[in-house]
């Protein structure tokens, strides 16, 4: 009989920012019972994943085993850790525990999508312990851009692991819990056998800022300003919500929060009491009978979203409220990478009104929630790991923070999506691979990164499309001469006549030549007018489109 093991097995996460899923799981090989850290999304961008709405991890490997999964547990309340909990819920069917403001989030969620929010379970901070099979799992507080973020003590029967969640060191975080380094020490005193760590910004070589910082910055920026001043920020940054609006208030000015997201996450730190108080607010109706030199927007969209308020206002009016000339737009975010073209753009719109535009590179108005490489080694010198194991990041990030580890002495691992770790013993090794990918939901429907929507969605979005009808007679002869319908090509190319009579009249020709045994064949007779399509359009324009053919035959 085959011994316990313990293992560690990432899904998403591990080699991308983003769409977090970890596995850890306990028993015979093959056996094992798991729990599952975070269930997160990814967004998706127009160059690769067009139409998309949002990307989740692909979680066969854990439907497959759903029997042996005990529970899920989330870090914290940002969409790349709880995005996708009420998406996989029907397919695991598992309890998910957070603490109280996480828990909040999610049961939103679960609630938009019609499953029962008591799945979610509300748990207390450490020295609070929840069991879940061969685990006890202790939410222990760190300090990170949202609040109330944890990471995990999971203890086993192999030892005490550490899951770092997002964190960055901030004593003094303003909204939500400082890092308490005696509190940490305490808890790793007696040995951590892993430590899974966030490598987000470990190539960041200056210590990290504290939240509180900002304030006096920010407060200036907004005094200074003579026009309507609006701001942006991550929504779920609570901490940078309030620094914006107290330095609006104290500036004189009103309040007004704009996007969904923004009035969500002031509502849940409100109700959860992880925010004790907030300046007084305006609704956008009452904003449009205040001067707007006394007006302060906090809107949503600072990674440059289409849909969001930031961007809608660059465009025009937002909720009757509009932008003019010698009004203030500040960015008190990061774009994160892959965002830059949204952004841009907005900026470019803003100033085509006359708008300031403010954005980080200062450095005055803007700090990460993630730590910077000497925090990293701050907490790998208070964890003290015999292993460590880097996640949220992609590879070079995961590959550098290994490096740090093997020159501390520490055993580094460098473990991407679907690679299961065996880390039972003291050396830890390679167990197997698992096939990992992602899903997207694309509408109201899952489909699989594999499954050829995208695939060919991006094939049309390059080349056109072009659908050929054709219909033939009793004697499988043409009727008439085929014709084509076509989407996202030129009307004319190279000869200067219409490309679809173009196209038609080489269609007719190959009809004319084919034999009649391929006229009776669907499968040849598609494959050939499709070629002809192809190779007309190649000659015409320089560009293979996609073809859908329709025969028909009267019987």
């Given amino acids: 009989m085959s011994s316990d093991r313990l293992i560690y097995l990432p899904l998403g996460g591990a080699g991308e920012i983003g769409m977090n899923a970890y ?14 850290v975070d269930m997160g999304v990814a967004f998706p961008d127009m160059d690769g994943s067009p139409g998309v709405d949002l990307i989740l991890p692909d979680i066969q490997w854990l439907k497959d085993r759903r029997d042996r999964i005990e529970a899920i547990f989330v870090t914290h309340a940002h969409e790349d850790h ?9 397919a695991l069917q598992a309890p998910i525990y957070a603490r109280t403001f996480t828990a909040n989030i999610a049961r939103r969620k679960m609630s938009e999508h019609g499953h029962p929010e008591d799945a979610v379970q509300t748990v207390g901070a450490w020295p609070h ?16 851009s949202i609040p109330e973020s944890s990471a995990l003590v999971i203890d086993t029967p192999e030892g005490r692991l550490i899951h770092s969640g997002d964190f960055k060191i901030d004593l003094t ?3 939500g819990e400082a890092f308490d380094p005696a509190l940490w020490a305490e808890v790793c005193k007696d ?18 800022r504290s939240e509180a910082t900002l304030g006096p910055d920010i407060e200036k920026l907004i005094s200074g300003a003579s026009g309507m001043v609006v701001a942006t920020t991550f929504a779920s940054n609570v901490a940078r919500v309030k620094t914006l609006a107290v330095a609006g208030d104290k500036a004189g000015r009103s309040i007004v929060l704009l996007g969904r997201a923004m009035k969500r996450m002031v ?42 308020a930031s961007a809608q206002l660059a465009r025009g009016k937002y909720q009757g409220i509009e932008m003019k000339e010698g009004d203030m737009f500040l960015f008190s975010s990061k774009t994160i990478p892959g965002n830059e073209r949204g952004v841009i753009r907005i900026i470019n719109q803003f100033s085509e009104i006359g708008v300031d535009v403010v954005d980080d590179s200062s450095g005055l108005y803007h700090v990460s929630g993630h730590a910077n490489r000497p925090d990293l080694e701050t907490l790998h010198d208070v964890v003290k790991p015999q292993v460590l194991i880097p996640m949220h990041g992609e590879h070079r990030h995961l590959r550098e923070h290994v490096k740090i580890a093997d020159a501390k ?56 499309h072009v659908t050929v009808t054709v219909i033939l007679d009793e004697d499988d002869e043409p009727l008439g001469d085929p014709w084509v319908d076509m989407m996202g090509l030129p009307e004319t190319g190279r000869s200067k006549a219409p490309l679809a009579d173009v196209i038609e009249a080489d269609l007719s020709q190959f009809l004319g030549r084919s034999k009649a045994a391929t006229l009776r064949d669907d499968d040849k007779l598609n494959e050939g007018l499709k070629r002809a399509v192809r190779q007309s359009a190649q000659n015409e324009i320089g560009k293979k489109p996609e073809v859908t053919v329709v025969v028909s035959r009267l019987s």
Wanted: glycine share 14%; net charge negative; charged share 20%.
């Fill in 82 to 90: 709880v995005g996708a909990v009420a998406h996989t819920y029907e």
């Fill in 173 to 175: 975080p303003g909204v």
């Fill in 267 to 308: 509502e849940a730190a409100l109700e959860t009491g992880v925010m004790k108080d907030f300046p007084n607010t305006v609704s956008p109706e009452e904003a449009r009978g205040i001067p707007r030199e006394n007006l302060l927007l906090l809107v949503t969209g600072s990674q440059g979203e289409r849909r969001a």
């Fill in 409 to 464: 002495g520490i055993t580094g691992v460098l473990a991407v999506n679907g690679m299961m770790i065996d880390l039972s013993g003291n050396k830890p090794t390679v167990a197997e691979y698992v096939e990992t990918g992602r899903t997207y939901l694309d509408g109201s429907v899952q489909i699989g990164a594999l499954d050829g929507v995208v695939r060919d969605r991006i094939r049309m979005a390059l080349n056109g």
């Fill in 23 to 36: 596995v850890y799981g306990y028993g015979k090989p093959g056996k094992e019972r798991l729990i599952v």
């Fill in 129 to 144: 312990q929840q069991g879940a099979g061969p685990f006890q799992v202790g939410f222990l507080p760190i300090s990170h």
């Fill in 191 to 208: 040995g951590v056998k892993a430590l899974v760590c966030d490598s987000t910004n470990v190539f960041s070589p200056l210590p990290g």
